[in-house]
C-alpha cells in the first residue's frame, strides 16, 4: 500500500520563524545536510551582524562560518540583500537561503553570484508534508547551488569581461592612429568586437581591421545579402583578374581567400607581429596595420569604382 504525500501549511507546522523554525533547524541541521552534502556543526541562532541579527551562524568542515537566512514565505529581495550583508559582514565563505517559495529571479540572483562571487550560495525550498495523517515533517528541495559549471561559466564570463574591455581599448588606439593616415574610418568608434570596419564605396564591400590574441589583419570583406553567394563570387572573380596590379600597388602579396561553400569572400593581409594580447607590441601593430590599411585602400579603390555589379 502507497501512502498518500500531503502538503501542510508551513504556519500550521511552525507558527513563528524565529521562534519556530529557526530553533527546529539548530536541533535538525542533519536535514539541511543531507539535501546539501555538507556536513554543517555549531548552529548558533541570532548572532550580531552590524546592525542586524543573523538567523543562523553554522561551520563547515574546515571550521568556515556558514550564515543562514529563513524566510517562511515567498522571497523577497530584502532577504537577499540581508543574506549578503551578512555573508561579508562575518566573513563568511558559504550563504544559505531558505525559503517557502522562491521567486524566479531571486533563482537567478542566485546563480548570478555563484558563477560571480568568491563564495558559495545555496538557495532551498521549504515545505511541510504529511502521510495519510502522519505528523508532519520537513521537505527542503535545493532549488540552485554552486557547482564546477557555474564557476566555469562565471570564469568565463570574466574572461570574455576582460577580451572586450582589452579590444575596445585596442581599437580606441588603432583609431586614432588611423585618422591622421586615412579618412575611411574617421567615423568609425571602438567597439568590444573582434573587428571594426568602414564601408569600401560599393554595396556589401567593405575595408576591415580584424585582430585576434596574436595577429591581425586588413581585408577587403565582401559580403552581400543572405542570398547575394554568387553575386559574391562573381565580384571577387572581377578583382581576381587585376590581382597582378592590385598587389602591385599595395606593395606586397595578398591572400585571395573565395571561401567556396560559405556566403562572403576576402582579400586579405595579415600581421603577424602581434595581437590584442600583445600589449607591449600595440605601438608597432597599430603602425604596420594603419599602413597596410592605407595601400590596401589605394590598391582597391579604383578597381572597386569599375566593377560591373
Same mark, same amino acid.
Given at each position: 500500500?502507497?501512502?498518500?504525500? %500531503?502538503?501542510?501549511?508551513?504556519?500550521?507546522?511552525?507558527?513563528?520563524?524565529?521562534?519556530?523554525?529557526?530553533?527546529?533547524?539548530?536541533?535538525?541541521?542533519?536535514?539541511?545536510?543531507?539535501?546539501? +552534502?555538507?556536513?554543517?556543526?555549531?548552529?548558533?541562532?541570532?548572532?550580531?551582524?552590524?546592525?542586524?541579527?543573523?538567523?543562523?551562524?553554522?561551520?563547515?568542515? !574546515?571550521?568556515?562560518?556558514?550564515?543562514?537566512?529563513?524566510?517562511?514565505?515567498?522571497?523577497?529581495?530584502?532577504?537577499?540583500?540581508?543574506?549578503?550583508?551578512?555573508?561579508?559582514?562575518?566573513?563568511?565563505?558559504?550563504?544559505?537561503?531558505?525559503?517557502?517559495?522562491?521567486?524566479?529571479?531571486?533563482?537567478? #540572483?542566485?546563480?548570478?553570484?555563484?558563477?560571480?562571487?568568491? !563564495?558559495?550560495?545555496?538557495?532551498?525550498?521549504?515545505?511541510?508534508?504529511?502521510?495519510?495523517?502522519?505528523?508532519? !515533517?520537513?521537505?527542503?528541495?535545493?532549488?540552485?547551488?554552486?557547482?564546477?559549471?557555474?564557476?566555469?561559466?562565471?570564469? %568565463?564570463?570574466?574572461?570574455?569581461?576582460?577580451?572586450?574591455?582589452?579590444?575596445?581599448?585596442?581599437?580606441?588606439?588603432?583609431?586614432?592612429? !588611423?585618422?591622421?593616415?586615412?579618412?575611411?574610418?574617421?567615423?568609425?568608434?571602438?567597439?568590444?568586437?573582434?573587428?571594426?570596419?568602414?564601408?569600401?564605396?560599393?554595396?556589401?564591400?567593405?575595408?576591415?581591421?580584424?585582430?585576434?590574441?596574436?595577429?591581425?589583419?586588413?581585408?577587403?570583406?565582401?559580403?552581400?545579402?543572405? +542570398?547575394?553567394?554568387?553575386?559574391?563570387?562573381?565580384?571577387?572573380?572581377?578583382?581576381?583578374?587585376?590581382? +597582378?596590379?592590385?598587389?602591385?600597388?599595395?606593395?606586397?602579396?595578398?591572400?585571395?581567400?573565395?571561401?567556396?561553400?560559405?556566403?562572403?569572400?576576402?582579400?586579405?593581409?595579415?600581421?603577424?607581429?602581434?595581437?590584442?594580447?600583445?600589449?607591449?607590441?600595440?605601438?608597432?601593430?597599430?603602425? %604596420?596595420?594603419?599602413? #597596410?590599411?592605407?595601400?590596401?585602400?589605394?590598391?582597391? %579603390?579604383?578597381?572597386?569604382?569599375?566593377?560591373?555589379?
Amino acid at each position: 500500500m502507497i501512502g498518500k504525500l %500531503t502538503r501542510r501549511p508551513l504556519r500550521e507546522v511552525w507558527k513563528d520563524e524565529a521562534k519556530d523554525f529557526t530553533p527546529w533547524l539548530v536541533d535538525n541541521l542533519d536535514v539541511l545536510n543531507e539535501v546539501l +552534502d555538507l556536513n554543517l556543526a555549531s548552529a548558533e541562532r541570532e548572532q550580531t551582524a552590524g546592525d542586524f541579527s543573523v538567523d543562523l551562524v553554522a561551520e563547515d568542515d !574546515a571550521g568556515n562560518v556558514v550564515v543562514i537566512e529563513n524566510q517562511l514565505n515567498k522571497s523577497d529581495h530584502d532577504h537577499l540583500g540581508k543574506l549578503i550583508t551578512y555573508l561579508t559582514a562575518v566573513d563568511a565563505k558559504t550563504a544559505i537561503w531558505i525559503v517557502a517559495d522562491p521567486r524566479p529571479e531571486h533563482v537567478r #540572483a542566485i546563480t548570478w553570484l555563484n558563477e560571480s562571487a568568491s !563564495a558559495a550560495f545555496f538557495l532551498l525550498k521549504v515545505e511541510a508534508v504529511s502521510i495519510e495523517g502522519s505528523p508532519a !515533517a520537513p521537505l527542503l528541495t535545493l532549488i540552485v547551488g554552486p557547482s564546477a559549471e557555474t564557476r566555469e561559466a562565471g570564469e %568565463t564570463k570574466k574572461e570574455l569581461a576582460e577580451r572586450y574591455d582589452i579590444r575596445e581599448r585596442f581599437w580606441t588606439s588603432l583609431l586614432e592612429i !588611423a585618422r591622421n593616415k586615412t579618412k575611411l574610418h574617421a567615423n568609425i568608434s571602438p567597439c568590444p568586437s573582434g573587428w571594426v570596419g568602414a564601408g569600401a564605396g560599393k554595396g556589401g564591400l567593405a575595408f576591415n581591421y580584424s585582430v585576434r590574441q596574436h595577429d591581425m589583419q586588413v581585408e577587403l570583406y565582401i559580403a552581400r545579402g543572405t +542570398d547575394a553567394q554568387l553575386e559574391n563570387k562573381a565580384i571577387f572573380d572581377q578583382l581576381l583578374g587585376d590581382k +597582378d596590379e592590385i598587389e602591385k600597388v599595395f606593395g606586397d602579396r595578398l591572400e585571395w581567400q573565395k571561401l567556396e561553400g560559405r556566403l562572403a569572400c576576402r582579400i586579405r593581409k595579415v600581421i603577424d607581429i602581434g595581437g590584442y594580447r600583445d600589449e607591449a607590441k600595440w605601438p608597432e601593430i597599430h603602425e %604596420t596595420a594603419t599602413n #597596410a590599411m592605407v595601400r590596401l585602400e589605394k590598391a582597391f %579603390t579604383p578597381y572597386i569604382a569599375k566593377l560591373k555589379v
